[in-house]
């Protein structure tokens, strides 16, 4: 059974940064895709980043050029590195594992509980 948990979260002002973890438990780390996605206040929760088995990454226009996503495979954590933060990043940010129904290893689509950042003007 996996469990993702993150951490990191915060009150920062803007232009500062953060780094959120996100911590796997379970077998096959390496076979998910790993992402970040958030959710501000009244509204949807939506994509940040996310790295793939293969390693390829993909963000958010919105993070673009201000926000790093890393895994290390040995400590089962992906990472997110936010650079000038907004006040409009605020949100709380959640962990993703995914599998589709594909893998040898079957579905799946974990959710951490969530860390909250918040971003000050």
């Known amino acids: 059974q996996v469990q993702l948990v993150e951490s990191g979260g915060g009150l920062v002002q803007a232009g500062g940064s953060l780094r959120l973890s996100c911590v796997f438990s379970?077998?096959?780390?390496?076979?998910?895709?790993l992402g970040w996605y958030r959710q501000a206040p009244g509204k949807q929760r939506e994509f940040v980043a996310s790295v793939s088995p293969k390693g390829n990454i993909d963000y958010a226009d919105s993070a673009k050029g201000r926000f790093t996503i890393a895994r290390d495979t040995a400590k089962k954590t992906v990472y997110l590195e936010m650079n000038s933060l907004k006040p409009e990043d605020t949100a709380v940010y959640y962990c993703?594992?995914?599998?589709?129904?594909?893998?040898?290893?079957?579905?799946?689509?974990?959710w951490g509980q969530g860390t909250l950042v918040t971003v000050s003007s």
């Open positions: 993703n594992a995914h599998r589709d129904r594909t893998s040898l290893f079957g579905a799946l689509d974990a």
């Open positions: 379970g077998t096959s780390f390496s076979v998910n895709a």
